[in-house]
């Protein structure tokens, strides 16, 4: 168990590029969450996926984010015409819904993207 | 909605001295609290957990106690090492209310000197 992987972790992109960024969860966990993180801030959410089906999305979620989860394993988090304010930390996170509870989330070290 | 307050950082303390980060929540069901700790250049840690009234929550010589009367969830250490050095993040999930979301507050920055 390598942990929850995220990849890149950085990633410098020029306004209104597309970037996507991987989350490869604990091979086991079932649930999968995304959030996003600015400086001076703590994690906000954003999306959280139960194996493939996209449960729960924040309304931070705008028409150019996009998230997938295929056969439930691995991620992908697509943000579309970036703009100057998606620069942040995403963090992505997993969890084993053996109880239906938050306590076994583990987050990954994050990809932070820079839009210049 | 559901909201965490703590307190403002950053917290600059001598080694050896006792810490309280405090934090308060609202939240419309009975959510389980939490303390995350950030070390620098690393992800998000669970540093412990406390899921209803009265439980007291602890890990590494940390403590928490979910105090429901006054809507609180208090980080305490009575003796800090330059090793606590890291964000602290309190942390709210509101599973009775139908959201797998943890609601977290900004975060308090602790710096512990020799």
């Known amino acids: 168990d390598t942990g929850v992987s995220q990849d890149p972790r950085h990633k410098i992109t020029k306004r209104g590029q597309n970037v996507t960024f991987r989350c490869d969860p604990i091979?086991?966990?079932?649930?999968l969450y995304w959030y996003r993180q600015t400086l001076g801030q703590g994690p906000e959410f954003l999306t959280y996926?139960?194996?493939?089906?996209?449960?729960?999305k924040s309304r931070l979620l705008s028409d150019r984010f996009s998230a997938e989860r295929p056969k439930g394993s691995f991620s992908t988090l697509e943000i579309q015409r970036t703009e100057q304010g998606d620069s942040a930390m995403y963090l992505c996170?997993?969890?084993?819904?053996?109880?239906?509870?938050?306590?076994?989330?583990?987050f990954g070290s994050g990809t932070r993207l820079t839009v210049v | 909605g559901d909201s965490v307050t703590q307190m403002e950082g950053p917290v600059t303390l001598s080694e050896e001295a006792c810490l309280t980060i405090?934090?308060?929540?609202?939240?419309?069901?009975?959510?389980?609290l939490f303390w995350y700790v950030q070390y620098p250049g690393e992800g998000l840690q669970l540093l412990l957990k406390?899921?209803?009234?009265?439980d007291k929550g602890s890990n590494k010589g940390f403590e928490a106690t979910y105090r429901k009367e006054t809507t609180s969830f208090h980080l305490e250490k009575g003796s800090v090492q330059v090793s606590d050095s890291a964000v602290y993040f309190c942390?709210?999930?509101?599973?009775?209310?139908?959201?797998?979301?943890?609601?977290f507050g900004k975060g308090t920055k602790l710096s512990v000197i020799p």
């Open positions: 406390a899921t209803k009234a009265d």
């Open positions: 996170a997993s969890s084993l819904d053996s109880t239906g509870s938050s306590y076994g989330y583990t």
């Open positions: 996926f139960q194996n493939e089906a996209q449960l729960e």
């Open positions: 405090n934090c308060t929540y609202t939240a419309t069901g009975y959510p389980s």
């Open positions: 091979s086991e966990h079932n649930r």
């Open positions: 942390a709210l999930s509101d599973e009775e209310a139908g959201s797998y979301q943890l609601t």
